[in-house]
T-cell receptor
Framework: DAKTTQPNSMESNEEEPVHLPCNHS???????IHWYRQLPSQGPEYVIH???SNVNNRMASLAIAEDRKSSTLILHRATLRDAAVYYC???????????FGPGTRLSVLP | NAGVMQNPRHLVRRRGQEARLRCSPM?????VYWYRQLPEEGLKFMVY????????ESGMPKERFSAEFPKEGPSILRIQQVVRGDSAAYFC?????????????FGPGTRLTVT
């Protein structure tokens, strides 16, 4: 079973910011938080990951709560190409396998 | 640097036949993972391999499924005597090292249809 919980679906308007929440209340001190997304008929695509500090890259930002029991993926300006299923994954120190939950299906409205 | 490559992209097999799915990891990656995604469901881990070794096969069905990652060549996921329930998308991923700090890079998947 997935160790994280996410809303089933979210909607956003194009060019507006999107905040995708994730709860990971059982996270241990060495578990990283990974985000992937999957566009229709494609393999998952890496988005971002972090441990304690907030992280930024060209795709998104990751805000991690101080107690690390939750995090938020931030897409600063949603585009139609961002419509996908977003998975939040709690990755163990060995990281041998990711446990994917159902994810959040993001719809972006023009 | 080419990404993770999988072939074939689509595979149709009749019940009882064998399916062989290939995965070439990214250059320099020695860790390969296989996942299965049933229609309208999330990905489920099947097996994790390093070169010539199966490290974790806890998600692999006990019968008919096997995987290998030889010293040379791609990783192979083999399904013997396929049944309709094996119809799914099979994804492989690779990473340069193990550890939570390393992302996995996924291939485009092989869509298996059993008729």
């Amino acid at each position: 079973d997935a160790k994280t919980t996410q809303p089933n679906s979210m909607e956003s308007n194009e060019e507006e910011p999107v905040h995708l929440p994730c709860n990971h209340s059982t996270i241990s001190g060495t578990d990283y938080i990974h985000w992937y997304r999957q566009l229709p008929s494609q393999g998952p695509e890496y988005v971002i990951h972090g441990l304690t500090s907030n992280v930024n890259n060209r795709m998104a930002s990751l805000a991690i709560a101080e107690d690390r029991k939750s995090s938020t993926l931030i897409l600063h300006r949603a585009t139609l190409r961002d419509a996908a299923v977003y998975y939040c994954i709690q990755g163990g120190n060995y990281g041998q396998n990711f446990v994917f939950g159902p994810g959040t299906r993001l719809s972006v409205l023009p | 640097n080419a990404g993770v490559m999988q072939n074939p992209r689509h595979l149709v097999r009749r019940r009882g036949q064998e399916a062989r799915l290939r995965c070439s990891p990214m250059k320099g990656h020695s860790h390969v993972y296989w996942y299965r995604q049933l229609p309208e469901e999330g990905l489920k881990f099947m097996v994790y391999l390093q070169k010539e070794n199966i490290i974790d096969e806890s998600g692999m069905p006990k019968e008919r499924f096997s995987a290998e990652f030889p010293k040379e060549g791609p990783s192979i996921l083999r399904i013997q005597q396929v049944v309709r329930g094996d119809s799914a998308a099979y994804f492989c991923a690779s990473s340069p090292r193990i550890g939570g700090n390393y992302e996995q890079y996924f291939g485009p998947g092989t869509r298996l249809t059993v008729t």
